[in-house]
């Protein structure tokens, strides 16, 4: 079976950076950064999702702007279909209310940081983004 999960990717106004969220332990892919977000509810809008999860795990407000990649990965123990979603936070300081810890990340330090196989081409895409807006 496939689970469909909307994700966000936060930054904030003053800067590149973009908000990774690292997973509980006991969770699938305990212990993994990640960009916030969940599973989409039955007859849920994904937007309505991201905006739900970072409330839920972080206690912060979100807008949600456009689409920026959709990603399929099939795991041992079940198939995601990703929605990443580019976001502003517009609200609240992060709180780890169903979260281990949490970072704000230049597209540059990505690598740095245990994401999910999934998650892969939305990192690369983030870092083409940061290499073009410097260059121009």
């Known amino acids: 079976m496939t689970v469909l999960v909307a994700a966000g ?3 904030r106004d003053e800067g ?4 990774l969220t690292r997973r509980m332990k006991g969770a699938h892919l305990a212990g993994k ?11 849920e809008d994904p937007r309505d999702a ?5 409330r839920e795990e972080c206690a912060i407000e979100v807008e949600v702007e456009d689409i920026l990649d959709v990603t399929f990965h099939a795991y041992p123990e079940k198939s995601v279909l990703l929605l990443f979603y580019a976001c502003r936070l517009r609200r609240g300081a992060v709180r780890h ?4 810890d949490h970072a704000w990340v230049h597209p540059d330090a990505l690598d740095g940081y245990d994401l999910p196989p999934a998650d892969e081409p939305v990192v ?6 940061a290499t073009t807006e410097r260059h121009g």
């Open 9 to 11: 990717v936060i930054r």
């Open 16 to 19: 590149p950076e973009v908000l």
């Open 124 to 129: 690369a895409k983030l870092r083409a983004r």
């Open 50 to 54: 991201v905006v739900r999860e970072c």
């Open 97 to 100: 209310l169903g979260v281990a």
């Open 33 to 43: 950064w990640e960009f916030p977000g969940g599973k989409v509810e039955p007859d």
